[in-house]
């Protein structure tokens, strides 16, 4: 690991003009990501460094790795992230008040934590080992070689990791689930109890608004055969907000001596 | 020699000028294929079709193009104005890349350089092609978002949902093929074909194949970002000119790009159909591309056939067809694929494998028949409306009639 991150310095390869050209990109865009307002910005800009991430660990010959975090991060995990930003609303931009006493000092503890456990971790794992290298691992193709670890030596980790993550789902689920007493009223059932009860006058839709050729449009209340507007034409919104234009302009009414 | 192998001695010019070439085929199949489709689906709904430009109307296409490029280019006033830009520069740079792993013909003749023609062989070309699919929709998702309005912001929404449910169906339709062909690298997966198509003994994997990809590709039945009905023009309402016909050639690229992966992973790729074999060396090994091309094409028949014949989906329709039975059904399908293939490979009798498989069918039917059961159930217990006969002719109403005659 070590070996591959100095050759990136000190060679002039193709991978290192990569680098110098991704690297400043990846770390503007990761800056970005917590400087800008919207949260869409933020979560685009978060893809970006993902897919950066990403060529990174190609280039470096983790091809599995890199292919995989496009198609799970960028994929699947930020594409929720935004489902969610574009249902909660398209203008929000993220309120800064505090609502839990102390946020702020809890947040800095454990950010710095965070990245202590990361330091030591990253230390542990590079420094002081025997270093393979990349290409003994790499012999039988880069897939097989992390399956092989992933099902051999990792096997025990592995499938701790996704009992977590399935209790994790399951918890979710049931936490947001609600059990329907009686079974959902679906477009089928109100098709068949219109024609079960009523008067044949509610068997057909409602009927459409707007009259043709004078006025064609949803806020004017369709004329009936005796030539009064029928209000069940007009949305009930429209109604509320008094947005419906006069109908008796439209209406049928004895022809006067002036338009003759 | 492996076609990676191949692929590696490749000298610089021969890269460029086969990615030149892969990207002029797109383009130019995206234009015939445009014409192609209006013209089959104006002959299943007895029309013509374009006729008039150019011989057969060949040329209605490219016309249509030029007008596109010469309407006016608005952007709303509402919309952010950067990411609307940007939405279908994604989506069109991202069809493109797909074509870089699939692997277009044999070892071919390329001006006195032998070779194949495909860009790049990776060992995880396949996971390749998903993980490019997976960006290219962000190009719709936020052109949904970024225009500012109700309309296309309902249809980016309902591309992202659709979009995550239907990539885990596919992703699991391709386990099956992985393990079949011991690799993920499309030429490999080609070149295990030798003997039978995936297509044959792995159908259930290709059914379900074809049915995500029709969804990833937002095409109908399953095109409900834009469904015109419901949504005016779904997540492209508000574009215009140059950036919609960028995804207009997108959409097109993208059926061309999943139609020529699932003619890699299930009918054999660019070999010739069997019993053809001899084909295959003809024209240098160029007559590989016409097969290819032939069951690329077969596909995209296939795609606009759906169009002129299944209505539209409902959306919960739609998603609870992807999640309740086309991933439980190919989770299920790979447990059982595994199973045999472990078996085959450890050398068990034909009669256990036989037995297993009886086993396999035995439960299939008895879990079926119990849900049918339960669902009768259901049914009659919710269709049970106590209401008074209505005083006038009613049509009959299937369930009802069907309960007065059976009691």
Redo the contacts between chains.
């Keep these: 690991m070590i070996n591959v991150a100095l050759d990136v310095g000190t060679t002039a390869s193709p991978e290192s003009y990569l680098f110098y050209v991704l690297a400043p990109l990846s770390v503007v865009a990761a800056i970005g990501m917590l400087l800008v307002k919207k949260a869409v910005h933020s979560a685009l800009l978060l893809a970006w460094v993902m897919v950066t991430l990403a060529i990174f660990y190609i280039a470096q010959e983790a091809l599995f790795l890199g292919i995989v975090q496009i198609v799970v991060y960028t994929g699947a995990v930020m594409m929720l992230f935004l489902f969610i930003l574009m249902l909660v609303g398209v203008d929000t931009s993220d309120s800064l008040e505090e609502n839990i006493k102390g946020l702020r000092i809890i947040s800095i503890v454990a950010a710095l934590g965070f990245g202590g456990l990361l330091v030591t971790l990253l230390s542990r794992a590079t420094f002081g080992r025997p270093v393979v290298g990349l290409s003994v691992n790499n012999s039988e193709g880069n897939a097989k070689g992390i399956a092989v670890e992933l099902f051999t030596r990792y096997v025990f980790a592995f499938e701790v990791i996704s009992a977590l993550l399935i209790t994790a789902a399951v918890g979710a689920m049931v936490l947001a689930h609600s059990q329907k007493a009686k079974s959902k009223f679906v477009q089928r059932d109100l098709s068949i109890a219109r024609f079960r009860k009523g008067e044949l006058k509610d068997a057909a839709g409602l009927p459409g608004s707007g009259v043709y050729a004078l006025h064609n449009a949803v806020d004017v209340p369709a004329l009936l055969p005796t030539g009064n507007p029928a209000p069940s034409s007009i949305s009930a919104v429209l109604q509320a907000r008094g947005d419906i234009i006069e109908t008796s302009n439209f209406e049928l009414k004895e022809q006067t001596e002036e338009d003759k | 020699m492996s076609n990676a192998e191949l692929i590696g001695q490749d000298p610089g010019w021969v890269i460029v000028l086969k990615g030149v070439l892969i990207f002029a085929v797109c383009v130019f199949l995206t234009i015939m294929s445009v014409w192609g489709e209006r013209r089959i689906v104006a002959r299943m709904q007895q029309r013509s079709g374009p006729n008039r430009v150019g011989k057969f109307g060949l040329l209605q296409a490219l016309v249509d193009g030029v007008k596109l490029a010469l309407k006016e280019d608005l952007i709303p006033k509402a919309a ?1 104005r950067v ?1 609307f830009v940007i939405a279908p520069i994604i989506s069109t740079t991202a069809c493109f890349m797909a074509f870089a792993v699939i692997p277009l013909t044999g070892q071919v003749n390329f001006f006195g350089h032998t070779t194949v023609m495909q860009m790049t062989d ?3 070309g396949v ?2 092609v ?6 290219g ?2 190009g719709i ?2 052109a ?2 970024s225009s ?1 309005s109700t309309y296309p ?1 309902l249809g ?2 309902r591309s ?2 659709q ?2 449910s239907y ?1 885990v169906a596919m ?1 699991l339709s391709l386990v099956a093929v992985f393990i079949y062909a011991g690799s ?1 690298s499309t030429s490999e997966i080609v070149a295990a074909q030798d003997q039978w198509w995936f297509a044959v003994i792995l159908f259930p994997s290709f059914i379900i194949y074809a049915i995500s990809m029709v969804g990833e590709t937002n095409r109908a039945p399953f095109d409900l970002a834009e469904a015109e009905g419901e949504l005016v023009g779904g997540f492209h309402t508000e574009y215009s000119s140059l950036k919609f016909a960028l995804f207009f050639l997108s959409e097109y690229v993208n059926i061309i790009a999943v139609s020529a992966l699932a003619t890699t992973l299930f009918l054999g790729g660019y070999r010739a159909l069997p019993g053809l074999g001899f084909t295959e060396q003809w024209l240098g090994g160029w007559f590989t591309l016409v097969w290819f091309f032939i069951k690329v094409l077969g596909f995209f028949f296939i795609f606009v056939w759906l169009r002129g014949t299944l209505p539209r989906l409902r959306y919960d329709q739609f998603m609870k067809f992807g999640w309740k039975v086309l991933i439980p059904f190919s989770l299920a399908w790979i447990l059982v694929v595994s199973t045999l293939r472990v078996m085959s490979q450890q050398g068990a009798s034909q009669g256990l494998i036989a037995t297993f498989i009886f086993s396999i069918a035995l439960i299939y039917v008895a879990i079926t028949t119990l849900l049918d059961r339960k669902k009768a159930e ?1 049914t009659k ?3 049970e ?1 106590k ?2 006969e ?1 005083s ?1 002719p ?2 009959s ?1 299937p369930n009802s009639r069907a309960e007065q005659i059976n009691g």
Excluded: Q, T
């Excluded at chain 2, 998903?130 to 960006?135: E, H, K, M, P, Q």
């Design positions: 952010d990411v990776l060992s995880v996971l390749y998903l993980a490019i699919a997976s960006v929709v962000y998702v936020l949904g978002w500012g912001l980016g929404l992202s949902a979009v995550i990539e992703g993920m259901l217990a919710s269709r409306i209401a008074p209505p006038f009613v049509p109403i």
